[in-house]
């Protein structure tokens, strides 16, 4: 497997925690990560296989890291790019918009080409809507610290094996 970014704030507690269990599950050799919060283009290009933490914000809006750089997103082409996206939500507490930031980001990096991959079944979750469904799956992994904190590892687990055989 190609060496695999993973983009996420390194300033982020929950993000970082689940970097800590996708790198443990990855392999350290595997991976590279980078600060979205100063991310270059350059950065951003040099990978082939990517994995975003993009956690969803307020009512459903992408961080203001990913905001700031969406401009130099939108003038690359990521053909021939895997993307992986994952994201933190809360459907209790934010049910009409629960990890919209996934369905936000995939959208914007498949309009410059990139392949979406890691899609994760919706079932085990409660919320109204998300943009981040493409039918009754997410376009990224799901994950919510306050309300199902203990799934987090295995559904990290079966993720990173699915995006092992996806990155290949």
Same mark, same amino acid.
């Given at each position: 497997?190609?060496?695999?970014?993973?983009?996420?704030?390194?300033?982020?507690?929950?993000?970082?925690?689940?970097?800590?269990?996708?790198?443990?599950?990855?392999?350290?050799?595997?991976?590279e990560?980078?600060?979205?919060?100063?991310v270059?283009?350059?950065?951003?290009?040099?990978?082939?296989?990517?994995?975003?933490?993009?956690?969803?914000?307020?009512?459903?809006?992408?961080?203001?890291?990913?905001?700031?750089?969406?401009?130099?997103?939108?003038?690359?082409?990521?053909?021939?790019?895997?993307i992986?996206?994952?994201?933190?939500?809360?459907?209790?507490?934010?049910?009409?918009?629960?990890v919209?930031?996934?369905?936000?980001?995939?959208?914007?990096?498949?309009?410059?080409?990139?392949?979406?991959?890691?899609?994760?079944?919706?079932?085990?979750?409660? =919320?109204?809507?998300?943009?981040a469904?493409?039918?009754?799956?997410f376009?990224?992994l799901?994950?919510?610290?306050?309300?199902?904190?203990?799934q987090?590892?295995?559904?990290?687990?079966?993720?990173?094996?699915?995006?092992?055989?996806? =990155?290949?």
């Amino acid at each position: 497997m190609k060496k695999v970014g993973i983009f996420y704030s390194f300033n982020t507690v929950k993000t970082g925690q689940a970097v800590k269990l996708l790198v443990e599950a990855l392999g350290e050799k595997n991976v590279e990560p980078v600060n979205a919060e100063t991310v270059t283009e350059g950065q951003f290009e040099k990978f082939d296989n990517l994995v975003l933490g993009v956690p969803t914000w307020f009512d459903g809006e992408l961080p203001n890291y990913w905001d700031e750089f969406v401009p130099a997103l939108e003038d690359m082409n990521l053909k021939g790019k895997r993307i992986a996206i994952f994201g933190n939500g809360d459907q209790k507490n934010y049910p009409e918009n629960f990890v919209d930031g996934i369905g936000l980001m995939a959208g914007l990096l498949e309009g410059r080409g990139a392949k979406i991959v890691g899609f994760t079944s919706a079932k085990g979750y409660s =919320f109204e809507s998300s943009r981040a469904l493409r039918g009754d799956e997410f376009c990224g992994l799901a994950l919510d610290f306050e309300n199902q904190a203990r799934q987090n590892k295995e559904r990290i687990s079966k993720w990173v094996e699915q995006l092992k055989k996806e =990155f290949a």
